[in-house]
């Protein structure tokens, strides 16, 4: 089934609730707009109703003010990623560091853009919802944030909308990178979309929007063909997960998640705490065993952690484990020693157990945008990594990254993280992700 048809199934769902969004955001919608704005008014509010009660794409002191609880808690979060990241720069060559700062600020910038106004959850269906409701409702409350930022920019671009010429594509490619899509993405994207615009002469609002999305979704579904996103187990014995990634992606948050899934499926599940190096890593790790109930294998703090994986993988082998989880640390005395470290665990994974470690996943933290790309390349360098973990999505306006790193680093995105709670990580869907940033901007024609 084509992306597009799942916005032709979705959004029949959605329709009611839409139509009801779409009259309040019509009232609120400024009359300026509304005048320039015939043709495309359909797009223009539905993109509204995504940051109720105003699109507002262009915040004032006062809105400013006026910022909810739930914005206010999304910026401590934010702050202390910030936090996390300058930790990391310390460990992490320049180029790879030197953007983080502005990136946050952006961030920032886009976050008063969005939350000026309280994010509802207004589209939810009152009705109790079903398993599969519920992961599709992770994708789309996950992905608020990017939708209302990606939704923002296009709806600033097409306020000035009067016909498609050489400006609108130059603003265009300038929302995408901003979108974090990466930067040959948006030239190679806009390119294309001048010709797919004339091609199928497009000259309203709602028609240049849905043949932008359209292209976005089509570009997106081509780079992922042959793309593995499952995450493989042994077809004998324990399969060992190794998790690899800087400090503060979220790689033992992640293995709690995970931990908890796999226990939920009926699975043995062992944790490996092999992050002796950062003081309290291993506690963290015992508060998520504690939680999961499921056991964790310890070494001395300062140890060697190789130990603690040899250790583990014995007690796999010997002990009927169906699945072992290894914690690595995301920082040591330098990046040299960090890489050297995890080839040895490898080594002696692969060594006692034959085919293992089925996967090595790489985390990385959307928030950080293009700098997680950067870092990717240097794990990919160093270490066989069979996929990617992509966490923090629900704090970032840049979800774009996933379209970056399929076409950059060409690793499929296993896993999402899409809250901090055992239950907000999903295992990746581009259909539901591409929904979950689209929704309400597109009117599915096809
Ligand atoms: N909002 C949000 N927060 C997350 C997500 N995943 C992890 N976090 C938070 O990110 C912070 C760092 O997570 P950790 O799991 O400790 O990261 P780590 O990679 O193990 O870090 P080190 O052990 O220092 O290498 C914690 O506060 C987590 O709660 C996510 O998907 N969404
Ligand atoms: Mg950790």
Known sequence: MGLFD?????????????????????????????????????IVSATNTQSEPQASTEPTSNETDVQSEESSEIT????????????????????????????????????????????????EPVSQPTSEDQQDNKYEQGLEKSRTGFGARLNALLANFRHVDEEFFDNLEEALIESDVGFEMAVSLSDQLREEVKLQNAKSQQEVTNVIIEKLVDIYEQQGKNEDNAIHFAKQGPTVILFVG?????????????????????????????????????????VW?????????????????????????????????????????????????????????????????EGAPQEVLLVLDATTG??????????????????????KLDGTARGGIVLAIRNE????????????????????????????????????TK
């Open 246 to 286: 800087v400090n503060g992606v979220g790689k033992t948050t992640t293995i709690g998640k995970m931990a908890a899934l796999y226990q939920r499926q009926g699975k043995k599940v062992l944790l490996a705490a092999a992050d002796t190096f950062r003081a309290g890593a291993t506690e963290q790790l015992q």
């Open 289 to 353: 065993g504690d939680r999961d109930h499921v056991k964790v294998v310890t070494g001395p703090d300062q140890g060697d952690p190789a130990a603690v994986v040899y250790d583990a993988v014995n007690q796999a082998k010997n002990e009927d484990y169906d699945v072992l989880f290894v914690d690595t640390a995301g920082r040591l005395q330098n990046k040299v020693n960090l890489m050297n470290e995890l080839a040895k665990m490898k080594r002696i994974i692969s060594r006692e157990i």
């Open 409 to 444: 680093l060409h690793l499929p995105v296993k896993m999402v993280g899409l809250g901090e709670q055992v239950d907000d990580l999903q295992e990746f869907d581009a259909g539901e992700f591409v929904y979950g940033l689209f929704k309400g901007l597109v009117t599915a």
């Open 6 to 42: 799942i916005f032709k199934r979705k959004s029949k769902v959605d329709k009611e609730t839409q139509a009801d969004e779409q009259q309040t955001s019509e009232v609120a919608q400024s009359a300026e707009s509304q005048s320039e704005n015939n043709v495309g008014q359909e």
């Open 76 to 123: 401590t979060v934010e702050s202390t990623e910030g936090e996390a990241n300058n930790i990391e720069s310390e460990v992490l060559s320049d180029e790879m560091t030197k953007s983080a700062d502005t990136k946050i600020q952006a961030d920032a910038d886009i976050e008063e853009t969005q939350t000026a106004s309280p994010v509802t959850q207004s589209d």
């Open 370 to 391: 293009q700098n997680a790309l950067t870092q990717a390349k240097l794990f990919k360098e160093s270490t066989d990594v069979t996929g990617i973990v992509l966490t």
